[in-house]
């Protein structure tokens, strides 16, 4: 991979990981590590060596959970040096609140209020932690916020103390002048049975309910939305639209199996390129994130091909969206499709009461209508042949 290609990352195109992410020493349910644990300040440096421009991490990647606060300050203070010394900045942090034992039925909807307090209080540290690194998006991913029985608990209790839970750290940021931006991340299910609020689209009615919604967005992960078989691309443009994508997981996985974590663009690669496409047409300018791992078989050589080759696909893919716009073929069949009639043109638009009258009375004929072919196979081949390369 030369170093002096196009598809170099930059840093404005925010690329991200987590200390998680290149971190991982490949733990699966069957199986244990097969990569020795790298420290903080040694993925710092790996991830600058890839080319990423950002490094995210829950409070736990960085400060083992009992360390004393000597211990912290120190990891803090050499964390810190890594950063100087890399120019990589935090963007985003978050809370661990799913491994350890006391999170087993949930932190913020556990039914004991004890675990509900403590996960209250660790997250306020974290909250803590991530500013002073300079965060600022705060993720809320409620790995244990969900039930393996309904027996078990009431999804309305549920609702109400994720609630209570989120207006509370609401006005915890703002008390402390933080400047923060919280982003709610769904999950259908692992490693709980059933999560609550299981989609992105489940999230962003849930916000509305909050008492500070205008500091709450979303961080939609691909992955999640293909576990449970949606389009992840339409979940991305509701936030879009709602003012609520305050960041974004990219990776990648085959349709409804479990969460796989896969390269962005390993597997989807349609899926993919249009969701690319979206967000540099839109506009998003915020950290791409890659919440992925690299496979099990791979050292740290391979982990940082897993890294790099993340950021690559994805500006393969934005290559690929500018030539997409740019042809004109395919131009054509999409403003074909879309053509206007003058007479159509006049019955559409805000109501008014001459304009439900008109359109009322307007004859449509439906059979010369529906008749029309619309080219989706031409203009969907075109966009194939484009991706693998050939136009
Ligand atoms: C997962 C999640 C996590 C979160 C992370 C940040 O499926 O494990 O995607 O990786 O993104 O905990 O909140
Ligand atoms: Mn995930
Ligand atoms: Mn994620």
Redesign the pocket.
């Known amino acids: 991979m030369s170093t002096t290609d196009s598809y170099q990352s930059r840093p404005e195109d925010k690329f991200t990981f987590?200390l998680?992410?290149v971190g991982s020493i490949g733990r699966d349910p069957f199986g244990g590590p097969v990569r020795e644990p790298l420290s903080p300040v040694d993925l710092v440096h790996l991830l600058a060596e890839a080319g990423a421009y950002g490094v995210?991490f829950?409070d736990n990647d960085l400060i083992p959970i009992d360390a004393s606060p000597a211990e912290r300050d120190t990891i803090v203070a050499n964390f810190k040096k890594a950063l100087a010394e890399t120019g990589l900045i935090v963007p985003m942090a978050?809370t661990?609140l799913?491994s350890e034992a006391i999170f087993k039925d949930g932190a913020f909807t556990a039914n004991d209020p004890r675990v509900r307090a403590y996960a209250l209080q660790k997250t306020m540290r974290a909250i803590d932690l991530g500013v002073e690194l300079g965060a600022g998006v705060y993720?809320?991913?409620g790995?244990r916020e969900g039930i393996e029985s309904d027996a078990t608990k009431s999804p309305l209790d549920a609702a109400k103390r994720l609630r209570d839970a989120l207006n509370f750290l609401c006005e915890y940021a703002l008390d402390n002048k933080y400047g923060l931006k919280f982003a709610l991340?769904a999950?259908p299910n692992?490693p709980r049975g059933d999560l609550y609020l299981p989609t992105t689209g489940a999230m962003l009615g849930f916000i509305a309910t909050l008492d500070h919604p205008e500091m709450v967005g979303v961080?939609p992960?691909m992955?999640?939305e293909q576990m449970a078989g949606l389009n992840f691309l339409h979940a991305v443009a509701q936030a879009w639209d709602a003012g609520k994508l305050f960041h974004i997981?990219l990776n990648d996985q085959n349709y409804a199996r479990f969460?796989q974590?896969w390269r962005f663009g390993a597997q989807s690669i349609k899926q993919s390129f249009f969701l690319v496409k979206f967000l540099e047409d839109v506009g998003y300018a915020g950290s791409r994130h890659f919440?992925a791992h690299a496979y099990r078989t791979e050292d740290y050589e391979g982990v940082k091909a897993f890294a790099r080759g993340c950021m690559r696909n994805y500006l393969i893919l934005r290559e690929k969206a500018r030539r997409w716009n740019a042809d004109a073929e395919i131009q054509g069949l999409l403003a074909e499709a879309g053509r206007a009639d003058p007479a159509t043109a006049a019955l559409l638009g805000t109501y008014s009461g001459e304009r439900a009258a008109a359109l009322k009375s307007h004859a449509f004929d439906r059979a010369a209508i529906a008749g029309r072919g619309l080219n989706y196979e031409r203009l969907d081949q075109l966009t194939v042949e484009l991706l693998l390369g050939i136009r």
């Open positions: 987590g998680w992410t995210n829950h978050t661990n799913f993720v809320f991913w790995g991340e999950k692992e961080n992960e992955a999640h997981d969460d974590d919440d």
